[in-house]
């Protein structure tokens, strides 16, 4: 029970505490001998040192629970009208300043972090056979390409793309594109390319654009997608040795 979140991490303060909180609260309240409770006590301050937290601060907590366990029953702090609970992407302590503003409504605030390293580590449900990210839709008769990204398989997307145009409708500028032309789309082994595994997020934007950029260069963009990016630092990427020869 050694290693924690640190206290130089940035997660939110209640999260590194949490773990101090439910091993000094079953320190208090569990009926053990006192000498259990001292090797116990001495194990906490081992871990609070280990991992960056003063002395004092275990401390307090445990003067805290301690209080909370002696308090006669009854004088508990009744239960307010129940409160909602939402979400507060966890930037840093200043993101307080926020939602302090609700602490007078009906609202309780859970702190998430957005940026931890088992987030940047994990890869979510694709595996490389179908996987999520940028692709390209090749129209079969003018050899134009789409661009499009996919937080789902982009084999799904590419379904959702031929369904559109089945269903003579231009949602997708590649439909768009098929259907005004009168142009034809072939099977996704022909028209369906990967270029660029990712997983949503901020990044794929930006994958997605750099993408759009290499083809509205070389004038292989269908007209109908609109660039919106033209980011002039663009044309400073280095691109990858296989994307030289797309499409
Ligand atoms: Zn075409």
């Not at 004038?219 to 990858?240: G, M, R």
């Amino acid at each position: 029970m050694d290693i924690i979140i640190h206290r130089s991490s940035n997660h939110p303060y209640d999260h590194k505490l949490a773990t101090f909180k439910y091993y000094i609260n079953r320190m208090v309240i569990l009926p053990i001998t006192e000498q259990a409770a001292k090797q116990e006590w001495e194990k906490i301050i081992a871990m609070a040192h280990n991992n960056g937290f003063p002395e004092q601060t275990v401390q307090k907590l445990r003067k805290k629970l301690r209080n909370k366990r002696d308090r006669p029953m009854g004088t508990q702090q009744p239960q307010q009208c129940k409160k909602r609970w939402i979400n507060f992407t966890y930037y840093g302590p200043a993101i307080r300043k926020v939602t302090n503003l609700f602490r007078q409504t009906n609202l309780q605030i859970a702190f998430r972090p957005t940026n931890t390293i088992y987030q940047q580590l994990s890869q979510k449900g694709t595996t490389n056979n179908n996987p999520s990210g940028i692709f390209q839709l090749k129209c079969n008769t003018c050899k134009e390409v789409y661009v499009g990204q996919s937080g789902k398989t982009i084999t799904t997307r590419y379904k959702e793309h031929i369904r559109y145009i089945r269903h003579n409708n231009p949602t997708s500028a590649y439909a768009m594109h098929i259907l005004n032309n009168r142009h034809e789309f072939g099977p996704a082994e022909e028209t369906l390319k990967l270029l660029k595994t990712c997983t949503k997020g901020k990044r794929t934007n930006c994958w997605e654009a750099l993408y759009m950029h290499i083809h509205h260069k070389r004038s292989t963009l269908i007209s109908e997608q609109q660039v919106n990016d033209t980011n002039p630092l663009f044309d400073l990427a280095y691109i990858p040795r296989d994307l030289q020869h797309i499409p």
